[in-house]
Nanobody
Framework: QVQLVESGGGLVQAGGSLRLSCAAS????????MGWFRQAPGKEREFVAA????????YFSDSVKGRFTISRDNAKNTVYLQMNSLKPEDTAVYYC????????????????????????WGQGTQVTVSS
């Protein structure tokens, strides 16, 4: 499988920015889609953003669209989540995840990413947005 380690979380004021990183090891990183999910206290884990294996397609939840950006650097085996215009409701533990299928083809215009698509998960990093 793959090992994932998130970093970059912390405390930020509303309106500020953070960049999360997810370092991958254990398999050929460049051949798998990657995603970010989050879980707030008392809430279900929810999808945030995804990027396909080739890096030419991305998808975002409605709650973060226009504020967050996902990218990947295959040379560094790392995926990033740039978070801008942060709101208190963005407070959550953020998890990085790797697709379970080699070079899986997605049509995210038809079906949005789900937890079931991703088989490996990091330990999570806390993001806290104060008002």
């Amino acid at each position: 499988q793959v090992q994932l380690v998130e970093s970059g979380g912390g405390l930020v004021q509303a309106g500020g920015s953070l960049r999360l990183s997810c370092a991958a090891s254990g398999r050929t990183f460049r051949n798998y889609a990657m995603g970010w999910f989050r879980q707030a206290p008392g809430k279900e884990r929810e999808f945030v953003a995804a990027i396909n294996w080739s890096g030419d397609s991305t998808y975002f939840s409605d709650s973060v669209k226009g504020r967050f950006t996902i990218s990947r650097d295959n040379a560094k085996n790392t995926v990033y989540l740039q978070m801008n215009s942060l709101k208190p409701e963005d407070t959550a533990v953020y998890y990085c995840a790797s697709d379970r299928v080699y070079r899986q083809s997605f049509n995210w215009n038809v079906q949005s990413p789900t937890e079931a698509d991703f088989g490996s998960w990091g330990q999570g990093t806390q993001v806290t947005v104060s008002s």
